[in-house]
């Protein structure tokens, strides 16, 4: 898992506690560390990290997470192979 960190407070990721059944899906899958599972609930703890790939609200079986995914996921995967840090969009 890389440090990468993109614009600040820009990402379109939406998670919804409440509908969260807490099977850890989306910590699992997302390339980031964006999320964590404290108990019986995913908790967002790397918002900013997101790079909208769209990896946890395709895999989360509750629908609890909606996130607009678009050129920031691929952008951001090019410059990681690259060893390119910075923002990305
Ligand atoms: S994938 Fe969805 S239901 Fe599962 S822990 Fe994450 S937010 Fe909760
Ligand atoms: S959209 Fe991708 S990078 Fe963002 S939280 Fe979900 S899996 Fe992680």
């Known amino acids: 898992m890389s440090n990468f960190q993109y614009l600040t407070g ?3 990721l939406e998670y919804d506690k409440k509908s969260c059944i807490g ?5 699992l ?8 599972l404290e108990g019986k609930k995913a908790r967002l703890t790397e ?16 629908s ?11 952008r951001g995967v090019i410059n990681e192979l690259l060893g390119i840090e910075g923002p990305c969009c």
């Not at 099977?23 to 910590?27: D, I, K, R, T």
């Not at 918002?47 to 509750?62: L, Q, S, V, W, Y």
């Open 10 to 12: 820009v990402v379109t």
């Open 29 to 36: 899958v997302c390339p980031h560390g964006v999320f964590t």
């Open 47 to 62: 918002r900013d990290r997101c790079m909208e790939c769209g990896a946890c609200m395709k895999n989360c079986p509750a």
């Open 64 to 74: 609890a997470i909606t996130v607009t995914a678009g050129e920031g996921c691929v």
């Open 23 to 27: 099977c850890g899906m989306c910590a």
